[in-house]
């Protein structure tokens, strides 16, 4: 008898659902009709019947399985309550909750956003050759391309003879299985299949404008379909299941994965435990056809790219599976009712049950953050195109941005003197680790797992600005050159290495110190994080990392548990030293998906400003979080180290321009008073509202100011975009006016400053003001030196003078540096 004559009697004892028996009768069928192609039909049927057994057992034992695991996340979530602010979190669910999703110092127990990066820091240690190797250069592009063609051809089996690539792809294999294991640990399904190779991306615009037919012709001969197994019966394909297969296959990618999702909802139906085996679908017989398939229907990366969002993707998916369970989305769900719930035993009150409906809604928010939903867009023409829009913008006014990261020496102090490491050592850190003959340094780094982050596709220095992009490849690329490019990428890199290789050497130093006798400071940043004596123990009798006599401890050396709270402390308290946009911080400031009305005006208006606002919940929260006499310390070290810092960047940016320092000399504690609150404003991340601060009073001067900011603090307010489109418009005007040459000449000078991508780098910006900007404008602008001479009135009433007149193909001089101590004119 076959299975398929049991299943009527299976459901009438209850044993099986009606659901399930259709799902097995369809998967009977299915196998039936394909070993009928090779045998008859009683052999047939018997095999069908016997894998179809063997498929529903192992999707029974899996789903049991994920059924344990999730209600041991929720057990955890009720466990993690007790412990947030010092046990309070059983009357504050939602504070509570959402400190599972990003960090909270109330909270000592782990969360998803920092052990997503915990996660990336342990696999970049596992490949630090591949990063080293193939990491982006300065114009963003991956070096060693020929190498990594063999790299590719290595990791699908083939032996090349270069012993360098042999070795690189089982750095990736390893790192890879690494993932794998950890993956299936969380209550994954993701078999291990040998010569994986490397995951594909698909370019949706190219495989729908191909149709199924062209590409279903161009993919099948390149993929090895003995090794392509079907997960339900853990065998290979047969040629019908092969063929529906591919056709989901294409309706998904094609469809950019709407065809899987629920308007509204969050990813569909599927566990996330269950969707990275879908993932791994298509294999391909060797190396030079992925590479094919890349370049005909691929996402225009490099193999170097595919590595890197691999890592990426499962270590958030990873990091949510072990935080919430393999179905986060349900747990997420779980714990709003939890919140809704609380309010509700409390009575009926209206402003109780409004405020948990805003907890919820808040959860469910960040949650969308930390998952990337937030970030996929409903209309991805205009998100695309808006995006790209913000990344030329980025590209034209970023690049002096290093300049004002020079106030990170300041925050690199007050996180090491709060956390007990010894705060001199912050810019010898930054320079050694800037310094071009210490690669064995950075090398180091990588090992210790404190993340590569400038080898990705978008670095570091845009990431901290700008958070994540989805623009076209030209215009991300643009913006992330002119990042690279002016040292901002290298210098938010080079601060985070030096932050977490002084904290994992200074906890070397004290390593043969019981808990209970390590300084205060020390012993209560390890608790904040939930590490405890027992923790102690293991890190300090751990192997330790030697360099040329250095001594680190070596977060990869540890048991894993231990491991990760270790290096979420440090990853964590480094977002304090060299602060970037946050989980928090995207939630608060993002108001919508990408292509959305409110997600587009959202995204334009907090363009350049979610750094201030992780000030706010980084720095600011943890002053206010301080008792008595400690919380005036901290304000006191932080006001006072990053204003100096924020002086020094106001004038540096003023030498950039060609102007001489900016008379300082005043009332308050010997500084101008009005150039004071603009360092402190530049210091603590606001620089732009420090800028109109210090020249409201000439409004009308401003477009002649040589600074790149929008014009007026409204536009400031509604973002660069808005002041894109009112240059561009009032270009538009200029054609049409009383003197259209004299006026457009003006406007698109301004314009050719403004928006030309590079044009901003603080070491060239200058020059192409004067040499090209400047002349263009003299052959086309009859009033030229009318602007020049406003430009230089301006400069005046701010006590200054050109060192690089406006004008001029060459400098007069140098900078009076001695204008500093001056004071500034009345005003």
């Known amino acids: 008898m076959t299975i398929k004559a049991c299943l009527p009697g299976l459901i009438a004892e209850g044993k099986i659902s009606k659901e399930q028996a259709e799902e097995a009768a369809g998967l009977f069928d299915e196998l039936a009709r394909d070993y009928r192609r090779q045998f008859g039909d009683q052999t047939a049927d018997a095999m069908a019947?016997?894998?179809?057994?063997?498929?529903?057992?192992?999707?029974?034992?899996?789903?049991?399985?994920?059924?344990?695991?999730?209600?041991?996340?929720?057990?955890?979530?009720?466990?993690?309550?007790t412990k947030y602010d010092g046990g309070k979190g059983a009357d504050n669910i939602g504070a509570a909750a959402m400190a599972m999703l990003d960090h909270d110092p109330k909270a000592p127990y782990s969360n998803v956003d920092t052990r997503r990066r915990t996660i990336i820091g342990q696999t970049h240690a596992l490949m630090e050759g591949v990063l080293n190797r193939f990491s982006r250069d300065l114009l963003g592009r991956m070096r060693n391309p020929a190498e990594m063609a063999d790299v590719v051809r290595e990791l699908f089996g083939r032996d090349t003879g270069n012993v360098a690539a042999k070795q690189l792809a089982e750095a990736w294999t390893a790192a890879s299985e690494m993932l794998r294991q950890r993956f299936n640990a969380a209550g994954g399904a993701i078999g291990k299949l040998d010569r994986w190779g490397l995951p594909q991306s698909h370019d949706p615009v190219r495989v729908r404008a191909a149709g199924f037919e062209a590409w279903?012709?161009?993919?099948?001969?390149?993929?090895?379909?003995?090794?392509?197994?079907?997960?339900?019966?853990?065998?290979?394909?047969?040629?019908?299941?092969?063929?529906?297969?591919?056709?989901?296959?294409?309706?998904?990618?094609?469809?950019?994965?709407?065809?899987?999702?629920?308007?509204?909802?969050r990813g569909g139906g599927s566990k996330l435990a269950n969707q990275r085996a879908e993932h791994r679908f298509l294999t391909f017989a060797d190396g030079d056809g992925w590479m094919a398939y890349a370049d005909r229907f691929g996402a225009g990366g490099t193999p170097f790219d595919a590595m890197i969002g691999h890592i990426d993707g499962m270590a958030r998916d990873i990091a949510h599976m072990e935080v919430l369970g393999p179905n986060p989305g349900a747990t997420i769900q779980w714990l709003q009712d939890l919140v809704r719930k609380q309010a509700a035993m409390k009575g009926d009150k209206p402003s109780l049950l409004r405020s948990a409906e805003g907890q919820a809604a808040a959860l469910?928010?960040?949650?969308?953050?930390?998952?990337?939903?937030?970030?996929?867009?409903?209309n991805p023409v205009w998100a695309r195109g808006l995006q790209g829009v913000r990344s030329v913008i980025t590209s034209a006014k970023l690049g002096s941005a290093v300049i004002s990261a020079t106030t990170d020496v300041g925050f690199q102090a007050v996180t090491r003197s709060f956390n007990g490491l010894p705060a001199t050592g912050a810019i010898t850190g930054y320079l050694k680790m800037l310094n071009p003959a210490n690669e064995a340094d950075r090398r180091v780094a990588v090992r210790l797992g404190l993340i590569a982050e400038e080898a990705g596709k978008i670095a570091g220095g845009i990431s901290r600005y700008m958070g994540e992009s989805i623009g076209p490849g030209v215009a991300s690329r643009l913006a992330d050159s002119t990042m690279r490019a002016s040292g901002l990428s290298a210098w938010t890199q080079a601060g985070k290495w030096a932050f977490g290789m002084e904290f994992l050497g200074h906890l070397h130093d004290v390593s043969s110190t019981p808990f209970d006798r390590i300084a205060p400071p020390l012993r209560r940043a390890m608790e904040r994080y939930g590490i405890t004596s027992a923790d102690w123990d293991v890190i300090?009798?751990?192997?330790?990392?030697?360099?040329?006599?250095?001594?680190?401890?070596?977060?990869m050396k540890i048991e894993q548990k231990v491991s990760d709270k270790l290096l979420q402390m440090i990853l964590t308290e480094t977002s304090y030293a060299v602060p970037e946009v946050s989980a928090r911080s995207r939630a608060i400031t993002t108001f919508g998906r990408p292509g959305t009305l409110a997600g587009e005006i959202g995204r334009n208006m907090m363009q350049f400003k979610g750094f201030a606002v992780t000030m706010l919940l980084t720095h600011g929260r943890r002053t206010m979080e301080q008792q008595g006499w400690n919380r005036a310390k901290y304000a006191a070290g932080l006001l006072i180290t990053t204003t100096l810092l924020g002086a020094l960047a106001l004038q540096l940016k003023e030498l950039v321009k060609g102007k001489d320092p900016q008379p300082m000399e005043g009332e308050f504690f010997g500084m101008d008073g009005k150039f004071l609150a603009r360092s402190m404003?530049?210091?603590?991340?606001?620089?732009?509202?420090?800028?109109?601060?210090?020249?409201?009073?000439?409004?009308?001067?401003?477009?002649?100011?040589?600074?790149?900011?929008?014009?007026?603090?409204?536009?400031?307010?509604?973002?660069?975009?808005?002041?894109?489109?009112?240059?561009?418009?009032?270009?538009?005007?200029?054609?049409?006016?009383?003197?259209?040459?004299?006026?457009?000449?003006?406007?698109?000078?301004?314009?050719?400053?403004?928006?030309?991508?590079?044009?901003?780098?603080?070491?060239?910006?200058?020059?192409?003001?004067?040499?090209?900007?400047?002349?263009?404008?003299?052959?086309?602008?009859?009033?030229?030196?009318?602007?020049?001479?406003?430009?230089?009135?301006?400069?005046?009433?701010?006590?200054?003078?050109?060192?690089?007149?406006?004008?001029?193909?060459?400098?007069d001089r140098a900078p009076d540096m001695a204008n500093i101590g001056n004071a500034p004119p009345e005003r």
Do not use: C
């Open 216 to 265: 279903r012709g161009f993919i099948l001969p390149l993929l090895d379909r003995t090794r392509m197994i079907d997960r339900r019966t853990g065998k290979p394909f047969g040629d019908e299941a092969l063929e529906l297969a591919l056709k989901d296959v294409f309706e998904t990618i094609s469809t950019d994965g709407w065809i899987n999702r629920k308007p509204g909802g």
């Open 540 to 555: 300090r009798l751990s192997e330790h990392l030697n360099q040329d006599g250095a001594l680190f401890v070596d977060p």
């Open 49 to 81: 019947t016997q894998a179809t057994i063997e498929a529903l057992k192992r999707k029974a034992a899996l789903e049991k399985r994920q059924t344990l695991l999730q209600l041991q996340s929720q057990k955890n979530a009720l466990l993690n309550f």
């Open 681 to 811: 404003l530049q210091g603590g991340g606001a620089g732009i509202f420090g800028d109109f601060l210090g020249t409201a009073f000439q409004q009308q001067l401003s477009s002649a100011s040589g600074t790149s900011r929008t014009n007026s603090l409204a536009e400031a307010v509604a973002g660069p975009v808005v002041g894109a489109v009112s240059d561009f418009t009032a270009l538009a005007g200029a054609v049409v006016s009383d003197k259209p040459q004299q006026n457009s000449a003006r406007q698109a000078s301004k314009i050719i400053k403004g928006y030309t991508p590079g044009s901003s780098l603080w070491y060239g910006r200058l020059a192409f003001q004067r040499l090209i900007v400047d002349q263009l404008q003299e052959e086309t602008d009859p009033a030229y030196k009318r602007s020049f001479q406003m430009m230089e009135r301006a400069a005046d009433a701010q006590g200054q003078d050109y060192w690089w007149r406006p004008g001029e193909v060459e400098p």
């Open 364 to 378: 469910g928010k960040l949650y969308e953050v930390t998952s990337g939903q937030l970030g996929l867009p409903v």
